[in-house]
């Protein structure tokens, strides 16, 4: 399978092995409607290691099981996702290859099996998910990764997790995400329930850089304005729920040598959840997607000083296939992005035209393509911005459909 991708199960009973070289601690979390747990019930791992329909066993090494019985789930769970997290404090999937294998829990046969790609800075992933879908069930291969461990994905689906105490050092700046509690640390005695949240609410932190230190995680639009580096990446929520309904990307550049005009050309590529490319906007085709997708035309300033091409995206509008957008800037006359100054690309409300997310790209490279940034629909419904940087050699649209089909 590859990210996004789906299956029918052919099977009531499934057990989904997650396996690597190193050492792996499984979970598998049961999702309402709303894309969060009912209660901390309803997270398995070894600790807790059964709920309604789901059961959590150990493997001798490698990593562990989920199985799910698909006719014992009860009615208000839509989904099961199957989580992998790192045994090695501060370890992460760089180097490391985790595998989801899908099987029939009763006769052992194989119905599917995911290896995410790419992965980097990752300590925690969402291998797989068991879901609902017209009466019928299927698995959906996810490999979405997080930098704060197991207790990111568990906070994301609404699993309380107890903050440890703040140790007396000054923390590092920006802080970084907190470990989590004891219910993910290897197992020493006796099984620790999931903790509640404390009693009181913590002291308000110190104001903190809007984006984390690369390699730090994920951020969202809680605290206004969100500057990116590369890699970075930002929900598109703010107090936990989704705040845009369209958005407009603005990107500008400016040649690197006064009086050389340098014409480039911005451009969308829209994907579904197999990467292969369902259209791409540019200036040649200002709008896709019945109107979902408008390009402002080329070398046409947007609204904002320095943008130079600006194309709006009605997240609502966007058909259900696709799920990930790449936005690129190509030198159709042949000039390299090493004769570009101030290359940046910002995230706009579409109505309002407050500036959201801003990327500049410092560092440029003697080719004639580059990957702006990518917004990817999750499979809790809301979207996240990632800025890319990635040089290639290309001169048009058409030849960013493979790289950035890989970027994603």
């Known amino acids: 399978m590859t990210p996004g991708s789906n299956l029918p199960l052919s099977a009531v009973r499934v057990a989904v092995d997650v396996t690597a070289p190193v050492r792996l601690d499984v979970s598998g979390l049961l999702l309402a ?3 969060k747990v009912r209660s901390d019930d309803d997270f398995v791992f070894y600790n807790q290691p059964s709920a309604p329909g789901v059961t959590h066993s150990a493997a001798a090494a490698g990593g562990d099981t989920i199985t799910v019985d698909t006719a014992a789930v009860p009615e208000a769970i839509d989904k099961i996702v199957v ?24 006769d052992g046969s194989v119905l599917a099996s995911f ?3 790419r992965l980097g800075t990752e300590t925690a992933l969402v291998v797989v998910e068991i879901y609902r879908r017209g009466g ?28 440890p105490a703040a140790p007396a050092a000054a923390p590092q700046t920006p802080p970084a995400p907190s470990a989590p509690a004891a219910p993910w640390g290897p197992p020493t005695g006796a099984p620790a329930p999931v903790a509640p949240p ?17 390699g730090s995680g994920k951020v969202n639009l809680d ?26 990307m603005g990107l500008g550049w400016e040649p690197a040598f006064q009086g050389r005009s340098i014409d480039l050309d911005a451009s969308v590529i829209a994907y579904g959840p197999d990467r292969k490319k369902v259209d791409n906007c540019f200036f040649g085709k200002l709008m896709i997607l019945g109107g ?18 600006a194309i709006t995206v009605h997240l609502g509008g966007l058909p259900p296939e696709v799920t990930g957008l790449v936005f690129v800037v190509n030198s159709f006359s042949g000039q390299k992005f090493s004769d570009v100054a101030k290359a940046y690309c910002r995230l706009l409300d579409a109505q309002s035209g407050e500036e959201l997310v801003r990327f500049d790209l410092t560092h440029a490279e003697p080719r004639t393509g580059v990957m702006m940034a990518k917004l990817i629909r999750q499979f809790s419904g809301e979207w996240e911005m990632t800025a890319l940087g990635e040089f290639v050699d290309a001169r048009t649209v058409r030849g960013m459909t493979k790289p950035a089909a890989q970027a994603l």
């Open 292 to 309: 979902a997708i408008q390009h402002s035309g080329d070398n046409l300033t947007g609204e904002g000083a320095g943008d130079d091409e």
């Open 115 to 117: 290896t995410p790609p």
């Open 198 to 214: 404390p009693a009181a609410a913590p002291a308000a932190p110190a104001p903190a850089p809007p984006a984390p230190a690369p």
């Open 33 to 35: 409607a709303d894309g």
């Open 83 to 106: 989580t992998a997290s790192l045994d090695t404090p501060g370890a992460t999937f760089a180097g490391t290859e985790p595998t989801g294998t899908v099987r029939n829990a009763d």
């Open 136 to 163: 019928a069930w299927k698995v959906r291969a996810v490999g979405q990764g997080y930098a704060n461990g197991l207790a990111g994905i568990a906070t994301d689906f609404g699993v309380s997790v107890e903050e």
């Open 223 to 248: 605290k206004g304005r969100v500057s990116l580096q590369k890699n970075q990446t930002v929900s598109l929520v703010k107090g936990g729920r989704p705040v845009l309904s369209s958005v407009r």
